[in-house]
């Protein structure tokens, strides 16, 4: 079982370091985007194998109907929904996530899975999206790996916090640390990891399309709702439209995809999700 803290983060228990991880288990916090939380599970089950051992979702006390789909997926297997009443925002829900899997330390195939953050709007296009991402892991000897941009808020290159790859017996730990409540959880987490030298490899998650990550999803619903009693209503006002990374091509192909969706699902609801889910 995983060591846990007084304030009740569960972190990952030393493991063989001879023994590699294996497979992923898919991490996303979700607050009011049903159906971007929707299409995101739709494209892992439409494009990964047996890479994706099981999808871990938070959600934030969301009030749009996502609830009832995530929960119809728990039911049938297609993911383990960790429910909050209240909004805790997407850096303590992803720690939230994260102590869930390390309180298990090992999946149902006896293995430690690398574990995949994602953000709730992104959808995944290419079925070696998983196998690439841990093959680029494995051979930089990687312990956390995503794409690099310039983050022109902290003026330095950060990972960006969409998409990233962690194998928790090495970056899932006390000296490092839980995901924090401001705006930035991801860089701030992949700077704790630099300080205690974590190895850290980037990889073109969006550059070579593995994944399409619309943009500012969260943000966008927050600013559509005039949600003034979030914190982030600020931060939203400015941030809320979707940006696809500014790849090349990545809105013709998420068009596609969301064609592709919306034949599948038809009205999207939880039969009709579970349903697409299970249709290879």
């Known amino acids: ?39 995101l599970r739709w494209s892992l089950y439409r494009f990964l194998g047996s890479e994706l051992r099981s999808v871990v979702v938070v959600d934030n006390g969301s009030s749009d109907g996502s609830t009832e789909i995530l929960q119809a997926c728990a039911r049938t297997g297609l993911c383990e929904l960790i429910p909050n009443g209240t909004n805790r925002y997407h850096g303590p829900g992803i720690s939230q996530a994260l102590s869930h899997c390390a309180s298990r330390s090992t999946d149902a195939h006896g293995d430690r899975p690398w574990l995949w953050l994602l953000d709730s709007d992104c959808v995944v296009a290419r079925p070696d ?23 022109r808020w902290h003026e330095d290159v950060r990972l960006c916090g969409y998409s990233l790859l962690i194998d928790p017996d090495r970056a899932w730990q006390p000296a490092i640390g839980p995901f ?8 701030d987490f992949e700077q704790s990891c630099r300080r ?10 969006t550059a070579n399309g593995f994944i399409v990550p619309l943009g ?4 966008a619903g927050v600013y559509e709702r005039r949600e003034v009693s979030n914190v982030f209503f600020g931060w939203a006002k400015g941030r809320h439209e979707p940006h696809f990374q500014q790849v090349s091509e990545a809105q013709a192909r998420y068009s596609a995809l969301l064609e592709e969706f919306d034949e599948a699902v ?15």
């Open 129 to 151: 999206a998983a196998t690439a991402a841990i093959s680029a892991a494995r051979a930089a000897g990687a312990a956390l790996l995503g794409e690099a941009a310039w983050n």
């Open 1 to 39: 079982m995983s060591a846990q803290d007084r304030g009740g983060t569960s972190w990952w228990p030393s493991t063989d370091s001879s023994i590699e991880p294996s497979g992923v288990v898919v991490v996303t916090v979700n607050y009011n985007t049903k159906r971007l939380v929707s299409m």
């Open 266 to 280: 038809r009205d999207l609801g939880p039969e009709q999700l579970v349903s697409a889910c299970r249709r290879k």
């Open 180 to 187: 924090g409540e401001g705006g930035d959880p991801v860089g």
């Open 216 to 219: 500012r999803g969260t943000l």
């Open 196 to 205: 205690v030298q974590v190895p850290i490899a980037t990889f073109p998650f």
